[in-house]
């Protein structure tokens, strides 16, 4: 059965930062494109960042640009994000998610992938 367990979620001051895991099980996922997401109350899941199951590379919402890196340990089965100079609008439940088959333009459009963690919560506040 295959799995997604995030951690490391909390609440933070804003400019502080978090690091975000996922690990995954069930099944090899060196092949995966895995990613995060994002919900603030009220809104629509987005897209933050991911790593491409072709070659690996990384890629990140303007939003978080510079500010975020994302990495993925084939090895562990993990994938992390590392979240710098948080921002109020930062604030919302982040979740994991993996898919074996999506194309590259696809990347940040959540319906294209099938395995989702239970999110996280992220809270920045003053």
């Not at 799995?3 to 092949?31: T, Y």
């Not at 809104?43 to 640009?65: C, L, T, W």
């Not at 510079?66 to 921002?87: E, P, W």
Request: proline content about 2%; charged content about 20%.
């Amino acid at each position: 059965q295959v799995q997604l367990v995030e951690s490391g979620g909390g609440s933070v001051k804003p400019g502080d930062s978090l690091r975000l895991s996922c690990a995954a099980s069930g099944r090899s996922f060196s092949r995966d494109t895995m990613a995060w997401f994002r919900q603030a109350p009220g809104k629509e899941r987005e897209f933050v960042a991911a790593v491409f199951r072709s070659y690996g590379r990384a890629y990140y919402a303007d939003s978080v640009k510079g500010r975020f890196t994302i990495s993925k340990d084939n090895a562990k089965s993990t994938v992390n994000l590392q979240m710098n100079d948080l921002k109020f609008e930062d604030a919302g439940v982040y979740y994991c998610a993996a898919d074996s088959t999506l194309i590259l333009s696809s990347i940040s459009d959540a319906r294209h992938y099938d395995h989702w963690g239970q999110g996280i919560q992220v809270t920045v506040s003053s």
